[in-house]
């Protein structure tokens, strides 16, 4: 069991990941690409839709979680992406398609 999104959805996670931060834009964008790899791989595991935040089973972020469930008050990944260059358009496209 994962443990990082409050009861409702931990107990539906088929696998939470965390994106690490970091100030280091090489290392970032390297962690990014991994992370991205990672999200891809588990929805393929799990069966699930690429699509973020879709209704539905798919990846899901802590701000969906958040404001499905109310249990949890996070609402990352977006201002950490926002803050290394990476919009919510291009998060929905390289979870979609992978990151090129």
Not at 33 to 51: C, F, N, P, T
């Amino acid at each position: 069991m994962s443990w990082g999104c409050g009861p409702t959805g931990n107990s539906k996670a088929f696998a939470q990941v965390e994106l690490a931060r970091t100030n280091n834009k090489a290392k970032f964008q390297k962690d990014y690409k991994a992370y991205i790899w990672l999200l891809r791989l588990l929805a393929d595991e799990a069966g699930v839709s690429k699509q973020l935040d879709a209704s539905g089973n798919g990846v899901k972020t802590h701000k969906w979680i958040s404001y499905a469930y109310r249990e949890v008050d996070h609402v990352d990944p977006y201002g950490y992406l926002a803050q290394m260059g990476v919009s919510r358009a291009q998060f929905v496209h390289d979870i979609q398609y992978g990151v090129q």
